[in-house]
């Protein structure tokens, strides 16, 4: 079973900074692409930024210049560092990656898994 947990919401005045974080854990045995993804109320979830597993990056033209995501492969964990932040960031962000996992003795899984999101909030 893989579960993925974020950590580091919260709410900020604006120009205000957080830092998110995302820990896989369970059967892992590799993870290929991960990412942050977010979910404002009455609009559709957006990417944000994902990074591939040899560190290449993507961001959303919104968030360019003040979101740097990033990752650290020992700890099956990524990160994504908001400055700067604006009242239209406010969202709940999830955190999603691109994982096999073993499920048996000779079987692997490969999948999407999510986070449970965090709130990030953004207001004077």
């Known amino acids: 079973q893989v579960q993925l947990v974020e950590s580091g919401g919260g709410s900020v005045q604006p120009g205000g900074s957080l830092r998110l974080s995302c820990v896989a854990s369970g059967s892992i045995l590799s993870i290929d692409a991960m990412g942050w993804r977010r979910q404002a109320p009455g609009k559709e979830r957006e990417l944000v930024a994902a990074?591939?597993?040899?560190?290449?990056?993507d961001y959303a033209d919104s968030v360019k210049g003040r979101f740097t995501i990033s990752r650290d492969n020992a700890k099956h964990t990524v990160y994504l560092q908001m400055n700067s932040l604006k009242p239209e960031d406010t969202a709940v962000y999830y955190c999603n990656a691109h994982i096999r996992s073993r499920i048996g003795p000779f079987a692997t899984h490969d999948g999407n898994h999510w986070g449970q999101g965090t709130q990030v909030t953004v207001s004077p």
């Open positions: 990074i591939t597993s040899d560190g290449s990056t």
